[in-house]
């Protein structure tokens, strides 16, 4: 599982680099003999100076060196760490899902906004941001409360009830 999940990553970042707008301004540069894209090492130390300044929390640090990093393919998992420590706020998670939708810690951000929705009565939140891949029990709710789709809702949950499994306090509510 490991292994697979490694080399996902690798495949993703070998992608991000080929179509990211910065080897396109290098390819173009090449042809005029310029040098566009900056040294991968670097990058590389810009990176890790960025992680350290973020970790001990020096913001005005870590800006600038991630301000270099932009389209450096390990930029997400700063941004993921930065979201972390920041303490998982809802308004950084939705847009850092919708920037990196295939990034690989993206269901335990999936489930705090949707938690912070479910604890706000945000329906349409829940029910907008694929709560149904998540949490059935939470999008059937938000769908019962929203009145819509009556007849899926009661239909599903009878299922959810019959299987026995995947069943929630949110469940309960709607028998």
């Not at 991000?16 to 130390?45: C, G, V």
């Not at 990196?100 to 829940?126: E, I, M």
Request: with cysteine; net charge positive; hydrophobic share 40%.
């Amino acid at each position: 599982m490991i292994h697979k999940s490694l080399l996902w990553l690798a495949l993703m970042m070998l992608v991000m680099l080929l179509f990211s707008p910065a080897t396109y301004h290098y390819a173009q540069a090449n042809e005029k003999n310029e040098s566009a894209l900056p040294d991968i090492k670097e990058l590389r130390k810009r990176f890790l100076n960025a992680e350290r300044a973020l970790k001990k929390g020096k913001w005005s640090e870590y800006q600038r060196h991630k301000s270099f990093l932009l389209n450096y393919p390990l930029i997400a998992y700063l941004e993921y760490t930065e979201i972390a420590k920041k303490g998982n706020n809802p308004s950084a998670i939705k847009p850092f899902i919708d920037r990196y939708p295939k990034f690989p810690n993206n269901r335990l951000l999936y489930k705090t906004l949707l938690a912070s929705y479910y604890k706000n009565n945000n329906w349409r939140g829940v029910i907008n941001y694929k709560a149904q891949d998540y949490d059935i029990c939470l999008y059937l709710l938000s769908l019962h409360r929203l009145r819509k789709e009556r007849e899926e809702v009661l239909s599903r949950i009878k299922q959810l009830w019959l299987d026995g499994h995947y069943f929630n306090e949110k469940c309960s509510i709607l028998i």
